[in-house]
Nanobody, 126 residues
Framework: QVQLVESGGGLVQAGDSLRLSCAASGRTNSNYAMGWFRQAPGKEREFVAAINWSGGSKYYADSVKGRFTISRGNAKNTVYLQMNTLKPEDTAVYYC???????????????????WGQGTQVTVSS
């Protein structure tokens, strides 16, 4: 079993920044890709960003490219999402995810992930 715990959400104004954190526990190694998805009210869950098992490859949705940065901590069991120049359309619940395969590179497909965090709310006012 793996537990993912997100933190760092909140209410900000358009143009502000936020940093989300996700800590994984319950497993002795961290040789798996991790990522972030989000879901806005009335919309489907969508891919935001992913980082491969080593931290050497990163992928972003077009809607956040150039504004968001995903990274892993030194211990590799923590993943961060630095969100800059936030827009009202970024408002959503953000979920941290863990790839079901070891040594993977991450994916935009929700079925590639076997563990999800409880979510953290990000609200951007205009």
């Amino acid at each position: 079993q793996v537990q993912l715990v997100e933190s760092g959400g909140g209410l900000v104004q358009a143009g502000d920044s936020l940093r989300l954190s996700c800590a994984a526990s319950g497993r002795t190694n961290s040789n798996y890709a991790m990522g972030w998805f989000r879901q806005a009210p009335g919309k489907e869950r969508e891919f935001v960003a992913a980082i491969n098992w080593s931290g050497g490859s990163k992928y972003y949705a077009d809607s956040v490219k150039g504004r968001f940065t995903i990274s892993r901590g030194n211990a590799k069991n923590t993943v961060y999402l630095q969100m800059n120049t936030l827009k009202p359309e970024d408002t959503a619940v953000y979920y941290c995810v863990k790839d079901r395969s070891d040594y993977g590179s991450g994916s935009v497909d929700t079925r590639s992930y076997d563990y999800w965090g409880q979510g953290t709310q990000v609200t951007v006012s205009s």
